[in-house]
């Protein structure tokens, strides 16, 4: 129902790849979000934006990085892929304002061989 | 350690019966939110709740918040199969900042 999408669902691929997941909202909204989840556990935030060319670091330490050069994509990066960094990636976003949910893709699930 | 914690970390039922789930979490708040993760999907928002609110409603959802104890509680009722799924609380921070943080979730399971 949410109008934020994300490529690709699936991925599995070797070590030491360079990875690009892919995210996109047609909502206009400024904030964004990436989450890190493991199988049933809870979501670390690893990186957010507060709009075009604006991007910080979340609460989990992570090699990935992110851009935002356009307000409704926002690509996350990994250089050099390991088996560590096989997880579930989620984007999501948000409008202004404390008071407002996140809207979030149905998720990549990356796995690093 | 993680702002929120959730309980039980499961829960089975049977349909009709309505269901239960508690977060806890440590710091002072702006709001508390509560979202529903179907397997291999995303999160849906289903509820948010200001600090300066007790108690809240959707449709056969009951939140409440009791910010003297730092605990809120989801209540669904009348459960069926299809609300079978995790359920997270996840927390806005009084110090801003502009990010949630999750809980630990509860994996609800209604069973026919």
């Known amino acids: 129902e949410a109008d934020i999408y994300q490529t690709p669902r699936y991925l599995v691929i070797g070590t030491g790849k360079k990875i690009t997941l892919e995210c996109s909202q047609t909502?206009?909204?400024?904030?964004m979000y990436w989450y890190q989840q493991d199988p049933g556990m809870e979501l670390h935030l690893i990186h957010y934006s507060y709009g075009v060319n604006s991007t910080e670091k979340g609460d989990l330490s992570s090699e990935s990085t992110v851009s935002r050069i356009r307000t409704e994509h926002f690509p996350l990066t990994l250089e050099s892929a390991r088996p560590s960094h096989t997880s579930q990636y989620l984007c999501a976003s948000s409008t202004t304002g404390s008071n407002q949910p996140q809207h979030f893709g149905d998720g990549t699930r990356l796995s690093i061989l | 350690s993680q702002q929120g914690e959730e309980d039980p970390q499961a829960l089975s039922i049977q349909e009709g019966e309505n269901a239960t789930m508690n977060c806890s979490y440590k710091?002072?708040?702006?709001?508390l939110q509560w979202y529903r993760q179907n397997s291999g999907r995303g999160l849906v928002h289903l509820i948010l709740?200001?600090?300066?609110?007790r108690e809240k409603h959707s449709g056969r959802l009951r939140v409440t918040l009791d910010t003297s104890k730092k605990s809120s509680s989801l209540l669904i009722t009348a459960s069926r199969a299809a609300d079978t799924a995790s359920y997270f609380c996840a927390t806005f921070g009084a110090g801003g900042g502009n990010k949630l943080t999750f809980g630990t979730g509860t994996q609800l399971k209604v069973e026919l």
């Open positions: 909502m206009g909204h400024d904030k």
């Open positions: 710091t002072s708040i702006n709001n």
């Open positions: 709740i200001r600090s300066n609110e």
